[in-house]
């Protein structure tokens, strides 16, 4: 949820509210008074289908839009009755019904009675399909160019009517705009049908179609033509381009590069285009047009939690520090169980879509039994592509845990590399697709109490989205194990807790987690799961839906040991445009209790 301005007040808004709906309603009684009857009263027996199509378009139900208010003489109804049949017939036939009967007749009443039965007859099914590609596309076919059998495979990608389905005027149509907007979405952007035939025999019940493409040229992108800049470099928009000029134009390349413009957040609105019918096809410029987003923005936001309790977040961004081609940000978080800073330094896009970097970051965290103290310092290089985010990092880690034991303080130096890998159909609220994300990391640690020597962590998970008729489903599995000596401890902060919101429903946040003397300590090794299935509740409210769910997990010293806890539950979601508002109710197995889970945020 958005807020771009203070909200009205509750009363003011039940008082807007009321004063609409009873403004609508008065306006729709007027409208329903002065609404004069309709001149004829139209009924039509046929299948469903063709009894909307009919009901929608043929004149005599279109009266009220063609003359609202008309009164028909016995003259002009007559002509109206006498040229409905060859009207439903010309209808009938969009939807490949070409041997209809129809029959028509008025009767009295005030006003008039038209009744059109319809009795549909066989329809018309496709009997054969030919797509022919002539130009520059025909000669690459024969040539058996890797980029022509593509471009020849998306004209026919998805073709609405193949041989055997039911011959449809409307998929007629969508069929030829889809596959010429395929063919100049693999470059050909001048690409154009020739000629295109949808022969019917109506007494065969059959049609035979045919279409002729002239593909034109195929586009390769030449000089990049930037507009809008002001404040940051053509270099930068270069490198976020990331191809080479005389690489084919196709939509998809377009496409990839305007959003990783919009990704980039130097840019509030990015436009890439490439003008059909250019001078010289072969180097066809590629126009950017741009609008660079305020230099510097601060972002506060409130929210609650089941995990952290009530939080507040503060963010500042400078994306041209000191005049340098970089971006600054700086995050805050004030919760009542967890505090924390994280800062970021990092490069403008560099070639390969590279940006180096510089971090580091604070937190301390309260559970019932410790309080943990970390901070990090980490230089690295980040890559973000589609379909994967990637960052290699030399981090130096420290933690110091206060708890009924005493004081544990670990230090750790690592090499670390994390990825992750999407597919999904929207990244802010999917319900299809996959993500991985994966880590490994290795150095040197040093505890104390404890000793020193090397680490090696590892870490994944994976979450899936699955629509199964009307509900969305989706499945969670984590691991993770740190490997060392065992009088080795790696910072606590790189070791394993489970419970809480995206963890084990139905547990304390960070509880699962190995015990000594009845003190919370970070495990070596994590395992959890869920499996969740929702559904909208109403369709005039799509982004409200109720969910079921299972999870399971533990964090522990090794996974010998590690038995899971159960948790089930049911729970609430709203899609909001910023992402789900969550509110849960889960039952822990092992605590023999239930417990809300909630998470709302609100960003202004």
Same mark, same amino acid.
């Given at each position: 949820?958005?807020?771009?301005?203070?909200?009205?007040?509750?009363?003011?808004?039940?008082?807007?509210?009321?004063?609409?709906?009873?403004?609508?309603? %008065?306006?729709?009684?007027?409208?329903?008074?002065?609404?004069?009857?309709?001149?004829?009263?139209?009924?039509?027996?046929?299948?469903?289908?063709?009894?909307?199509?009919?009901?929608?378009?043929?004149?005599?139900?279109?009266?009220?839009?063609?003359?609202?208010?008309?009164?028909?003489?016995?003259?002009?109804?007559?002509?109206?009755?006498?040229?409905?049949?060859?009207?439903?017939?010309?209808?009938?036939?969009?939807?490949?019904?070409?041997?209809?009967?129809?029959?028509?007749?008025?009767? =009295?009443?005030?006003?008039?009675?038209?009744?059109?039965?319809?009795?549909?007859? @066989?329809?018309?099914?496709?009997?054969?399909?030919?797509?022919?590609?002539?130009?520059?596309? %025909?000669?690459?076919?024969?040539?058996?160019?890797?980029?022509?059998?593509?471009?020849?495979?998306?004209?026919?990608?998805?073709?609405?009517?193949?041989?055997? $389905?039911?011959?449809?005027?409307?998929?007629?149509?969508?069929?030829?705009?889809?596959?010429?907007?395929?063919?100049?979405?693999?470059?050909?952007?001048?690409?154009?049908?020739?000629?295109?035939? $949808?022969?019917?025999? $109506?007494?065969?019940?059959? =049609?035979?179609?045919?279409?002729?493409?002239?593909?034109?040229?195929?586009?390769?992108?030449? &000089?990049?033509?930037?507009?809008?800049?002001?404040?940051?470099?053509?270099?930068?928009?270069?490198?976020? +381009?990331?191809?080479?000029?005389?690489?084919? =134009?196709?939509?998809?390349?377009?496409?990839?590069?305007?959003?990783?413009?919009?990704?980039?957040?130097?840019?509030?609105? =990015?436009?890439?285009?490439?003008?059909?019918?250019?001078?010289?096809?072969?180097?066809?410029?590629?126009?950017?047009?741009?609008?660079?987003?305020?230099?510097?923005?601060?972002?506060?936001?409130? #929210?609650?939690?089941?995990?952290?309790?009530?939080?507040?977040?503060?963010?500042?961004?400078?994306?041209?520090?000191?005049?340098?081609?970089?971006?600054?940000?700086?995050?805050?978080? !004030?919760?009542?169980?967890?505090?924390?800073?994280?800062?970021?330094?990092?490069?403008?896009?560099?070639? #390969?879509?590279?940006?180096?970097?510089? #971090?580091?970051?604070?937190?301390?965290?309260?559970?019932?039994?410790?309080?943990?103290?970390?901070?990090?310092?980490? !230089? #690295?290089?980040?890559?973000?592509?589609?379909?994967?985010?990637?960052?290699?990092?030399?981090?130096?880690?420290?933690?110091?845990?206060?708890?009924?034991?005493?004081?544990?303080?670990?230090? +750790?130096?690592?090499?670390?590399?994390?990825?992750?890998?999407?597919?999904?159909?929207?990244?802010?609220?999917?319900?299809?697709?996959?993500?991985?994300?994966?880590?490994?990391?290795?150095?040197?640690?040093?505890?104390? &109490?404890?000793?020193?020597?090397?680490?090696?962590?590892?870490?994944?998970?994976?979450?899936?989205?699955?629509?199964?008729?009307?509900?969305?489903?989706?499945? /969670?599995?984590?691991?993770?194990?740190?490997?060392?000596?065992?009088? !080795?401890?790696?910072?606590?902060?790189?070791?394993? /807790?489970?419970?809480?919101?995206?963890? !084990?429903?139905?547990?304390?946040?960070?509880?699962?987690? @190995?015990?000594?003397?009845?003190?919370?300590?970070?495990?070596?090794?994590?395992?959890?799961?869920?499996?969740?299935?929702?559904? @909208?509740?109403?369709?005039?409210?799509?982004?409200?839906?109720?969910?079921? *769910?299972?999870?399971?997990?533990? $964090?522990?010293?090794? *996974?010998?040991?590690?038995?899971?806890?159960?948790?089930?539950?049911?729970?609430?979601?709203?899609?909001?445009?910023?992402?789900?508002?969550?509110?849960?109710?889960?039952?822990?197995?092992?605590?023999?209790?239930?417990?809300?889970?909630?998470?709302?945020?609100?960003? *202004?």
């Amino acid at each position: 949820m958005s807020i771009g301005r203070r909200p009205p007040g509750l009363a003011g808004l039940l008082l807007a509210t009321c004063i609409w709906l009873v403004a609508g309603c %008065a306006t729709k009684g007027d409208e329903d008074k002065k609404k004069p009857p309709p001149p004829v009263r139209l009924e039509v027996e046929a299948p469903r289908e063709l009894k909307d199509l009919l009901g929608t378009h043929l004149d005599l139900a279109r009266l009220d839009v063609i003359a609202p208010g008309t009164s028909l003489d016995e003259t002009e109804l007559a002509r109206l009755v006498s040229a409905t049949p060859a009207q439903a017939r010309e209808l009938l036939q969009t939807e490949g019904y070409f041997n209809p009967q129809v029959e028509v007749e008025k009767l =009295a009443g005030d006003p008039p009675v038209v009744q059109v039965r319809v009795q549909p007859g @066989p329809r018309v099914q496709v009997r054969d399909v030919s797509i022919e590609v002539r130009g520059p596309l %025909a000669e690459a076919t024969a040539r058996d160019e890797p980029h022509a059998r593509e471009a020849q495979k998306a004209l026919r990608h998805n073709w609405p009517l193949p041989p055997g $389905a039911p011959f449809r005027n409307p998929l007629w149509s969508v069929g030829k705009r889809d596959a010429l907007a395929q063919l100049r979405a693999q470059a050909y952007l001048d690409a154009e049908w020739q000629d295109t035939a $949808a022969r019917v025999d $109506a007494d065969r019940q059959a =049609a035979e179609l045919s279409l002729v493409a002239e593909s034109g040229p195929l586009y390769r992108t030449g &000089p990049l033509r930037i507009r809008g800049l002001k404040a940051h470099d053509e270099e930068t928009v270069r490198n976020i +381009a990331n191809f080479d000029p005389g690489t084919i =134009a196709t939509e998809e390349l377009l496409l990839d590069f305007q959003e990783r413009l919009q990704n980039s957040n130097l840019f509030d609105r =990015a436009t890439v285009t490439v003008r059909p019918q250019a001078d010289d096809p072969s180097a066809a410029p590629v126009n950017v047009r741009l609008r660079e987003r305020k230099l510097q923005e601060a972002t506060f936001g409130v #929210g609650i939690s089941a995990d952290v309790g009530v939080r507040t977040t503060v963010e500042h961004i400078h994306r041209r520090p000191f005049g340098w081609a970089a971006v600054a940000r700086n995050t805050f978080e !004030v919760s009542q169980l967890r505090r924390s800073w994280q800062g970021e330094l990092s490069t403008h896009t560099l070639p #390969g879509l590279w940006r180096n970097l510089v #971090g580091g970051g604070a937190e301390r965290i309260e559970s019932d039994t410790d309080t943990v103290v970390s901070g990090r310092l980490r !230089v #690295g290089r980040a890559q973000d592509t589609r379909p994967i985010d990637r960052l290699v990092f030399l981090e130096l880690e420290r933690s110091l845990r206060r708890s009924a034991l005493g004081r544990e303080q670990s230090n +750790a130096l690592g090499l670390h590399y994390h990825g992750i890998w999407r597919d999904v159909d929207d990244p802010l609220l999917p319900t299809r697709g996959n993500v991985w994300v994966g880590q490994v990391g290795a150095g040197m640690a040093e505890s104390e &109490p404890g000793g020193r020597g090397p680490f090696t962590r590892l870490y994944g998970r994976y979450r899936g989205y699955w629509p199964v008729g009307r509900w969305y489903t989706q499945a /969670r599995v984590e691991l993770g194990q740190v490997f060392t000596r065992d009088e !080795v401890l790696v910072p606590e902060s790189m070791r394993f /807790r489970a419970g809480g919101d995206d963890s !084990v429903r139905g547990y304390a946040y960070r509880s699962l987690t @190995p015990q000594v003397n009845g003190v919370d300590t970070g495990g070596r090794v994590i395992f959890t799961t869920s499996v969740e299935a929702a559904r @909208p509740f109403l369709k005039r409210m799509p982004e409200l839906w109720g969910a079921v *769910f299972v999870d399971a997990g533990r $964090a522990a010293d090794r *996974f010998g040991d590690l038995k899971p806890a159960f948790g089930a539950g049911v729970g609430l979601r709203y899609r909001s445009p910023i992402g789900p508002v969550s509110l849960d109710v889960a039952y822990g197995e092992e605590v023999r209790k239930f417990r809300l889970h909630l998470n709302v945020g609100v960003t *202004f």
